[in-house]
């Protein structure tokens, strides 16, 4: 494996793109690893390449129950932004976004970062004024925030409707300049590649069975592929972390929902932005291909599989009608879905447990995606060091006891009402 | 689309109910001497299976009432018919 350069895509120009190596090499699993980190997907794959570049550690392994990206790092709306009000999250979430302005240079991979904007949609002056206290809030931490006229909106975004007569005509509008979009794929690609140069096995198509504990320690872990002696297991699974931590006898605040998103046939470039309806959860940008992709709310009830239901595609499609009628004439061309895990504060999980040497990343809802980068830095540290590190102090497993909890939204233990 | 067996109504869309979580956890009989890890629990732990879940749904846009099911949460196929649950839910 050798890193790509200007050179590289020369050579391999001229002869015709038959001799570019294998991206990653196929390793099958050694008896013994110094840490192991289940799941391979963006959360799992940054956490093994912080790992070694951080922390120099890199004898570990990946590992991946079906193959690399495969889960909800290839089916999120790839959307990155740091808008949050409260301060843990808005910390963790920044601190991403300043990774990701840089990533495609430090993992030697084009993940295709585009910083064009966020906007968030206002219907009323209620909820203008709710936004003027969200970007005060972002302002505080030295984040970017920025309120916008109708008439700006109407310049920025031209094909949505700002009239009066729109069904929820449009008051104003919270912008974050410095948010944007990532390819996806990309990212799990960018991160796996630079983390086995860096000499991390990442193994696929291997299955964790069981966690082997021995005196409130994991000594080792069974896997499909037989068992491997490890004292650290970080899990870094979303919809799987329930049954993951429960190898492990240990409960979990979340319960699995399904998130189901769509992709329209690609136009010419009409939209610059990302739009988020303020009123119905509703959120849409075209990729670099053309295609506009969006997404809405949860199906509504617990799901362990990844196939949907029309309805809640339904109402998100009314969403963006409402907001964009000249759409009306798309063709969809795609949907899937993601299992997500909810918490029950829909604030993320990232923290040491009962037992030693376990670590666990979940319950990131819907908006895992955007914080992959702070996720690998945060758990890469805690996995190295068994502390806890500043940003993750908020999202300790204890919160749930200790009252400390996190919710943006205020909705209680009744994870399926968050956005 | 899912389809749900109202025991009042009979069989309706899902687009009909609205879900209530997760109906086997069981509140602490007495909530004045109940530890606070204990009431934690019943708050916010959950199994989160895949498969059998008892769950409660509300028949919101018909009789209004509040029933359980049993339903498995990869196929969706309900396992056990609603039952009716007068006084209670979520």
């Known amino acids: 494996m050798k890193n790509y350069s200007i050179w590289s895509l020369f050579r391999n120009a001229f002869s015709g793109h038959r001799s570019w190596p294998q991206a990653l090499p196929d390793v099958a699993p050694q008896e013994q690893y110094d840490a192991v980190i289940v799941g391979g997907g963006g959360h799992g794959l940054a956490t093994a390449y912080y790992l070694a570049k951080n922390h120099g550690i890199t004898h570990i392994a990946v590992l991946e129950k079906s193959w690399l990206g495969g889960g909800n790092v290839a089916r999120n709306t790839t959307i990155v932004r740091s808008n949050y009000f409260h301060d843990a999250r808005g910390r963790l979430t920044e601190q991403a976004l300043k990774l990701w302005e840089n990533l495609s240079r430090e993992l030697n991979f084009n993940v295709m970062f585009s910083p064009r904007g966020i906007l968030n949609l206002a219907h009323s002056t209620a909820q203008l004024d709710d936004y003027a206290r969200l970007g005060n809030a972002m302002a505080v931490r030295g984040v970017d925030a920025e309120l916008l006229t109708v008439g700006q909106i109407k310049a920025l975004v031209p094909y949505l409707d700002t009239s009066p007569e729109a069904r929820f005509p449009i008051t ?248 | 689309m899912l389809r749900i067996p109202c025991p009042y109504c009979g069989e309706r869309d899902r687009t009909e109910f609205t879900y209530g979580g997760d109906a086997s956890v069981q509140r602490p009989a007495d909530t004045a001497h109940v530890s606070d890890k204990a009431w934690d629990n019943y708050l916010y732990f959950r199994d989160n299976p895949a498969g059998e879940h008892r769950e409660y749904w509300q028949h919101n846009l018909g009789c209004r009432q509040w029933f359980t099911l049993v339903r498995n949460t990869v196929t969706n196929e309900v396992l056990k018919e609603s039952a009716a649950n007068p006084g209670s839910g979520p």
């Not at chain 1, 617990?302 to 009628?325: D, K, Q």
């Open chain 1, 172 to 419: 104003g509008g919270l912008m974050q300049r410095r948010a944007g979009t990532a390819r996806h794929d990309a990212v799990a690609w960018g991160y796996g590649r630079a983390a086995a140069l860096r000499g991390v096995d990442i193994v696929q198509n291997c299955e964790v069975t069981s966690i082997v504990r021995q005196g409130g320690k994991v000594i080792a872990i069974d896997t499909t592929r037989g068992r491997i002696r490890t004292p650290k297991v970080g899990i870094c699974v979303a919809g799987a972390s329930s049954r993951m931590a429960e190898l492990a006898e240990i409960r979990l605040p979340l319960e699995n929902h399904l998130l189901q998103a769509c992709v329209t046939e690609p136009v010419k470039p009409i939209l610059n932005t990302i739009v988020t309806h303020g009123l119905f959860n509703f959120y849409i940008s075209q990729t670099d291909k053309g295609e506009l992709v969006m997404g809405g709310d949860i199906d509504g009830y617990n799901r362990y599989s990844t196939f949907g239901e029309l309805p809640p595609l339904e109402a998100a499609i009314r969403a963006c009608l409402s907001l964009f009628p000249s759409f009306s004439r798309l063709r969809l061309m795609r949907t899937w879905g993601g299992v997500v895990d909810m918490s029950m504060d829909g604030s993320p999980i990232l923290s040491k447990t009962s037992l030693d040497g376990f670590y666990i990343n979940a319950g990131w809802c819907y908006g895992g995606f955007k914080a992959t980068p702070a996720v690998g830095q945060v758990l890469a540290q805690m996995m190295a060091t068994d502390e806890t590190p500043e940003l993750a102090a908020p999202f300790v497993l204890d919160r749930f006891h200790s009252g400390h909890i996190i919710a943006e939204e205020g909705k209680g233990p009744k994870p399926w009402l968050y956005h």
